[in-house]
C-alpha cells in the first residue's frame, strides 16, 4: 500500500467560548458536538469534565460538501491515496492538574472494503456488521470504524471501494466514568453517515468491540 499523505482540516468556528466570559463554554461549539457524538453523550461528558469542559468545532456544512465532492471526484482507477481528515469536534477538561480530552475525526479511508474484510490480522479489523468493521488496536487517530458508504453520483463501486472511515481519540479519562468510548463512536459513525447522505446505513450495536 503506497504512503498517504494525510492533510488534517483543524479550522474551528470559535475558541471554545463564547465570550460573555472567562469560563464560558461557546454555544456553538456545544451544538456542533451534540450533531457529532449525540446530544446525550454531550451532556454527560459535561457532567464528567466539569466547570473546565471547553469545546471547539469545525463547520459541519462545509466538511459535508467537501467530503461530498472528494466521494464524487473519486475514482477507482486514479485514486491516489490522498486524504483529508477532518476533526468536527473537540472537547477538552480545562482544570487545574486535568487535561483529558475527546476528539472526534472523519475522512475517507485509505482502506477499502476488500482490504478491511479480508485481513489476515484480527487485530487489525473486526467485523461488526455487513460493510463495517472497526479496530480494536488503537491507531493513530484513536478508536476507528471504517464503514461502505456511497454517495449518490459517486462512481460505479465508491462506496466499499472508497469507505468513510471515523475515529474517536482521547486522553487522560478517569477508567470507569462517563460515557464509554464504543458509545460515542458509534453515535460519531450513525450521526455522520446521515450528515453526509450515506445509502447505507446498517443498525450498529452498542457492543462493536470483539
Not at 64 to 90: F, H, I, M, N, S
Not at 135 to 143: A, E, F, L, N
Request: with cysteine.
Amino acid at each position: 500500500m503506497a504512503v498517504t499523505l494525510l492533510l488534517a482540516v483543524t479550522a474551528c468556528s470559535g475558541d471554545g467560548r463564547d465570550g460573555s466570559g472567562a469560563g464560558a463554554v461557546s454555544p456553538a461549539a456545544l451544538a456542533t458536538c451534540r450533531q457529532v457524538f449525540g446530544a446525550k453523550n454531550v451532556d454527560s461528558l459535561r457532567a464528567e469534565f466539569g466547570e473546565g469542559l471547553r469545546a471547539y468545532d469545525r463547520s459541519l456544512t462545509d466538511m459535508k460538501e467537501r467530503l461530498v465532492t472528494e466521494a464524487r471526484d473519486w475514482t477507482a482507477g486514479d485514486d491516489d491515496l490522498r486524504r483529508t481528515t477532518y476533526r468536527p469536534c473537540q472537547i477538552q477538561e480545562r482544570a487545574k492538574g486535568s487535561d483529558a480530552w475527546v476528539a472526534s475525526t472523519a475522512a475517507w479511508s485509505m482502506w477499502d472494503i476488500e482490504f478491511v474484510s479480508s485481513t489476515k490480522d484480527a487485530q487489525a479489523w473486526h467485523k461488526v456488521v455487513d460493510g463495517v468493521y472497526v479496530s480494536p488496536r488503537r491507531r493513530i487517530d484513536g478508536t476507528s470504524l471504517v464503514m461502505a458508504c456511497t454517495i449518490p453520483g459517486s462512481a460505479v463501486g465508491q462506496g466499499s471501494g472508497l469507505p468513510l472511515e471515523v475515529s474517536v481519540n482521547e486522553e487522560d479519562r478517569k477508567a470507569g466514568e462517563g460515557v464509554p468510548t464504543e458509545q460515542l463512536l458509534k453515535s460519531l459513525a450513525e450521526n455522520m453517515r446521515e450528515l453526509i447522505g450515506c445509502r447505507e446505513k446498517p443498525a450498529l450495536p452498542d457492543d462493536l468491540m470483539p
